[in-house]
Every structure is written in C-alpha cells, then in structure tokens.
C-alpha cells in the first residue's frame, strides 16, 4: 500500500506563474526537505534481461503468434475426412469448399506477414509437429529504430533520472506495532524493495539524449512498453480489403487464421529442482510475483504493487490497488458488524416481546396467510422470532449510519491513493494523452473526417445515427429487464404454491416458509447466474453494434448496460421482499390479490429476517459460485487448449510452448463487476444483514491471491494496458454509496421492528410490555370461521388505527431525518478532506518544474529523425488513425 505524502514544512501561497514557481523551488532547495526537493540521482544501472531470446541468443522476442497448419492439404484427404453419410457429390463440394476456405487463411495469413515484415518487425519462426499438425511459433522483435517511432506515437513515458524514494512516514501500523513493542511489520510484503524512483516523461526522438539507458540501449524501454507497441503494429495492420474490415490480428484469430497471439511470460514461475540454478531463472519477475504474491498463504500481506505495474501494467496493478485498499477497509466494517450481530444476544435476554411470542403465543391463534393454509399458533414461531432479534434490534440502526458514512469515506480515501499511485507511476497526465480510436471503430467507420482538435482526417461515425442505435439497446434492455421481473413473479407464485402442503403436514407446517423461502432464494440464484452471463453477451454485441470511437468509451457503454441489468437481476427480489412484501397484504375477508392467489406475508421472525436469509443466499451462493468458476475454469481451457493442439512433451519445453497451452486472460470486467455488487450487498442491505462485510472480507482475502494465481500461473500474459483510474466503475461505487443512505432508510423505517416499539415504548409501556398483543388485530366479525388474530394495526372492524396513522409520520419523518444527518456527514467529510494532499500538490508541481527543467532546448541536440514516412521503414496505412500525439501539416484519406 502506499501512504500519503506528507510534509511538516509550509512553503507559503501556490501559484501558477513560472517564478513563483521557481521561488518554490529555490525554497525547497534551502529548506533540504526530501518531500520537496528531488535528491541526488541514484546512480542505477536499468536491466534488461532477455528472458525470452530468437535463436541467436540476443535478439528479444517481444511478442508470439501461433498457426496450426493440418495435415490434410489434398481435397482427397479432405473428402476422406467428411462423414460417410453424405453422399459423393456432396462430399466433394464440401471438400472444395474446405479448400478454398484453407487456401483463404494461407492467403491472408501471407499477406499479414508479408506487411509486418514491410512495417519492419524481426520474425522467426519455431515448428512443432504433432499427432495432427505442425504448430509454427512465430517470434516477433521490434527493431530500436521502429521502437523509436512508435514510443514517440504512444506516448510513452521513459525515465530521465532515477531518485531516492525513502519515505520516512509513520503510518498507523507502524505506531501500533511501536506500542506493541514490535520491531518488524508482519504485514510487510517479502518482495524485493526499490529504494528509488524512475522520474518519467513522455518520449521525443528528438530529445533522446536526456533520458536513461540500460546495458542495451541509450534509452530503456520496459518489456511491457515493447510487447505493447508491437500489439499496436498487430492490431493495425491489413492483411486484405480494409473496407471489408480485413485489417488486425483479433479478425484473424476470431477467423482462426491465427490459433494465438500474447506477449511472453519471463520465466517460469516454479524452481525445477533438476535445473540449474542462475541469477537469470532464479529472481525472474514471474517467479518473485508468485513467491510474494500469488500465494494464498500471503493473504495478510500488502501487495507488491510496483511489481505488478512492471510486469502486468497500470490497469492490472490498479485493480489490485483498489481491491487491497477496499480488503483492508472491509477489516473495521466486520468489526463492527460483528459486534452487533452479538449485541443481538445481549438485547435477546431481556427482550419481552421474543419472549411473549414463546408464553402467551401459545393462547393466540393466528389466521391462515394463505387461502389453503390451517390455522395455527402463534408459538409455532418461536424460535424464528427470537433469531429474528439479531437482526433487527437498536443496534442496527447505529450500523446503517456507521456503514453509510464508511461507504462514502472508503470512496474519499481510494480518491486520495489513487492520486498518489498515479503521481509515483507518472499517470497525471495520461487522460489528455489516452484519445485514440478503436481498432475496430478504424475497421467499421463509414466516413472519413477532420478531427476538430487535430485537424488530422480520421474514421467518422455519424453521432445522430449512434443515437438510434442506443435507443435500440435501451429497448433491449427494457426487453430483459422485463423477463427479470417476469421470473421474480414466477419465484412469488412458487413460494406461495409450494408452501400450501407444507402448511397442510402437521410436521412441516412450521418450517413450511422457511423452506419456500429458503428454495425461492436458491433458484432465483440460479435464474440470476443465468440471466446474467445471456445479457452480457447481448450487451457486447449491441456495445460493438453501437460504434463507439475511443476504447473508453466503449468499454463505459458496456460497462453501464450491463450494470443495470446485473443490478435490477440481483436486487429486484431483495427490493422485493425489503419494501413490497407484506405491506398490502389486507385483512381476513378483505384481502389483495394478484392472479387470484393471496399476496405473501412475511414468514417467521418477520419481513427482515426473511430478507437477511435472503441476502445471505444470494450473496455467499454467488460468491462461491464465481470462485469456484475462477478456480475450475482456466483448468478446463487448459485442458481444452492441449487436447485440441496436442504438443508432444519434451524434458525441456520453450516459454512460447509453455504460455500456448494457458488460457488467454479475460480481462478485469468481471472481476470488477463481481466486487462492485458485493459493495452493493455490503451497504444497501447491511441493516438486514451485520455480517455481510465479514463474508466479503473472507471473500477478499481468497480473491486477490485467486486472481493473482490466475494471472501468474494460469493464463498467458496480457497486454499491459495504461490507465490512470478504475474508469467508470468508481462513479458506479459513489451512485451505490448514496442509494445505500436512502434504502438503509426505509429499511429500518418500514421493514424492521425499531420505529413501531419506539412509538409503542413513548406511548403506552416503556417495557415493552404487551407489545406482541398489540401488533395484532381481532379478524372482523363473520370473516373467518374461528376467531383468530393477524399482523396489523387495525381495529376489529378492518379500520386502522391512530397508532397506524402516526407510526406512518414517524416513519416518514426518520427517513428524512436519518438522510439529512448521513449526507450531512457525507459532505462535511468530503470538503475537510482534500482529494489530493497540499504537500503531494506541491510535489506534483515541482516535478513538473523539473522536468521542464530537464527537457528544455539546447543547441547540442542529437540529431532528428527525419519524417517516418520517407525512411525505408514503412508503416502499415491505418496506422496514423491510432496516433494522438504529433499533428502533420498535410493528411491524406484511406485508399
């Protein structure tokens, strides 16, 4: 984790101006604070180990592709292959077909290669022969010069000069550990420490002499910076008609031109006793992850996050940041939950009204809660209505309030670390860099136009007909939301059908809602799983169809549709039973009905009990769901993958050989779905059920070791994609901390028992005396066929009482109250803490000083590459619709 920085020296007013920024830094300067001040540069040698080498030993491979050529090349052989049961002719057309298929993938498979080649990539390939084909390993190198371009399109941030990171600030652990009289942080990550940092900036050919070599070369690239400029080649480049959108290695790999393409892992992550040991194979990035990181012994340690910002990338990294951060916040929440789940015992002893359900229950009887059900007692309850006091006692109403302002603080907190991992990892001005266009969107366009801003001529989408595309997903999604709410019905038709002979068996009839409640949950889990994993694929599909321009904002349209269908799929029956069920039930003789059938009342121990046990069903059942999809998953493509490619085994296989038998990483879509409607558990409903943020940080803690296994043992490296932020999901997470403050409202105002022993306590029986009686109603006269009582306040003549009315005022009058007073803290928390740190601003700020400082024009430049397009080093022609940096005086259109 990385702490905030900060400084005891007060440097005076900020300003904007060049001397007062210069005044800052000759200030900094006489004062010698090492917050300030940027100290003596490290003298450190930047490595740049060829884990993954061509044959000769030295060239790097920077990225792998891999084709499978089949044994059967002769329509004879093909016609041999087809299934007998058709007969010649057809079997002939069939093989032509076949043929001409194959002859297709040779052609574009050719015409990739031969443009790769023509754009200046190094290839070799590496044949494996198996039972069924030859698999051709294609190793790709980007030579230094093209690397050049390309990191100056990219805009990739190099370092200048390397500085003593040494941060001296006590955090909270370390004065507790001072308390404890510990000398060493358990918590501390094992990984190797950096006792320096890479002060960046963005790379100019022309400036190349100012930044930092390694062994190599003049300049240092990381290998995730290379592997990445080669995915941007790979992408766009054409291997046919590009109006027909044959362009980029994703379109051949979906046409299985290509079986894969991935970058290569550094070594393998396991020590072979039988090999031998050196420097190079024992301390490789992979290994060193996986020995402090992705084991779940490791679960109580801080996460190596540089570590994984170097291998995996800022986007990767950043999850786990935000996942650790939320894993440690979630630490206080359980705490605290627990503490008032067993509140509930202490409040179970002397609670009177539990105890009268036991007494004189056993003299009350109660109406049928449905037109088929007996009458019963209401000691039938009994031991329902005392567990139902752990859930819905005072002290819940204190941890809604606590979970709320927790909610909204964890959000501010994550605001704060978040900018200080993007100051440490050069990432404050990545948005004003991150502005190209889709791959797919350069495939698709229609038009060509001039970009406003650039003036450089780029695909165009017209937005007017992408308006009526949306309009066509909203309609879609109105569709599905639909069927949700159509099965929530069926689930409700269900409970009631199915609890009717249950209520008829003497020996099931007080367990005849638990188990239709409890069965009801379980299959809208299953309906839920899903329904979900249909709607995402119709989402992407209607995503793609939509045309979105930049990849940031396809991945938010995405990202949206599919959070509100997940959300209304999940939530709709716990909204359900929170605020519908057995508010309009009726009265005996008066009661509401929907398709002819009774509307459910709540089932023992009340509608909050009855939601807790459904919170808890839907949340525990689909977390271990997910996980033990996420553990068996990978396995089985793994299995897949070698079943289908079958490379005979060797007693020493190649990296390249290694990764193709992983499965390919999905991204982080799911993984930050899944936590993001686990936040949505943990506080919307968190009055209902205390230890939901105890599961969540069980959950967790498997979690982040869970998902670091399956990036460093079990699937192929992915790309390591840049970025600044979680994106859109952080404005999901605030939407959900404020819907927390409101539904945690109505929850104890209209669902729990708290207001209506309030009233009753100010009223009539501080003791709570004669509470259980007085919830119930006398069934009007000639109603029913024996005398009997139901939940209500209501006067023997079906009319509701005064307490009725004024309980509904002060139901009323807490909500607004109970929202006012949260978001009231909300706020004041909001504006005492700032989202960035005075003492980080001002680092930030004279860094920049710096590094104007570094870079600023000398006559003794080197010299300047000339134009790219007048090298003999080619480029593909799409390549200029994906660049954002340096605007050329004259544009050409697509031929």
Known sequence: MFDPIESDVIYGPLDESEEAVAAANELAEKNDDPDMQMSEPVQVQLLDDCYNCFNDGKTKIDYILVYEDKRTTTIDELMISLPSTVNNDENEKLAIALQKQKDRHRLFKRRFLSNLSKIGLLMETDVRESDRSFVYFIKIHIPWSLLLKYAEDLNFRVPIRAVNNYNSTITFVDRLLRLLHLSHNPFLSEAPKRYYDLFTSIFEISKQDRFMGDNHFPVHFTNTQRSFAVHEILETTPFGRTEKGEIGIDRLIRERVFQAAYPLHEGDYRFDATEQQTPLNENNPRRILYDTWARYRLFYKYQPLDLIRDYFGEKVSLYFAWLGLYTTWLLPASLVGVFVFCFGFIYLSNNIPAQDVCTIGQNITMCPICDACPYWQLSDICSYARLGVFVDHPGTVF????????????????????????????LMEFEEEENRPRPEFVIRASTVEKNPVTGILEPYFPAATRRYRILSGIIILSVMICMVIIFIVAIIIYRIIISIPLFRSQDLRQYALSVASISGAVINLIIIMVLGRLYEIIAYKLTQWEMHRTQTDFDNNFTIKVFIFQF????????????????????????????????????QGGCLMELAIQLAIIMIGKQAMSNIQEVMWPKILVLYQRWQVSIPKTKCTTQWEDDFKYSEFGGLFQEYLEMVLQFGFITIFVAAFPLAPLFALFNNWIEIRLDAKKLVCET????????????????????????????????????????????????????????????????????????????????????????????????????????????????????????????LSIKIRREKYLAKRALQNSSNFNQIFEDPEEENTSRSKLTRFFRTSKAKTTATTVE
């Not at 009726?586 to 509307?599: A, K, S």
Request: overall charge positive; some cysteine; glycine content about 4%.
């Open 568 to 603: 209304i799929n999940i939530y709709s029956s716990i909204f359900y039973i929170a605020f519908v069920k057995g508010k309009a039930v009726g009265y005996p003789g008066h009661y509401v009905t929907i398709l002819g059938l009774r509307q459910e009342e709540c089932g």
């Open 716 to 839: 192929r490296r992915p790309i390591a994609f840049r970025s600044s932020t979680i994106g859109i999901w952080f404005n999901i997470l605030q939407i959900l901390a404020y819907l927390a403050i409101v539904a945690n409202a109505f929850i104890i105002a209209f669902t729990s028992e708290f207001l209506p022993k309030i009233l009753y306590q100010y009223t009539i029986n501080w003791e709570l005396i004669g509470y259980t009686k007085f919830t119930l109603a006398q069934a009007p006269m000639n109603t029913t066929s024996i005398e009997c009582m139901y939940r209500d306040f209501r006067d023997p003549n079906g009319i509701l009482t005064v307490f009725f009315w004024k309980l509904l005022a002060l139901r009323l009058f807490f909500v607004i109250l109970f929202e006012h007073i949260v978001f009231v803290l909300c706020r004041l928390t909001d504006a005492i803490i700032d989202d960035i740190p005075e003492s």
């Open 399 to 426: 941890y809604a309030i606590f979970m709320s302002f927790w909610a909204v603080t964890f959000l501010k907190r994550w605001k704060q670390k978040n900018t200080a991992i993007t100051h440490r990892w050069d």
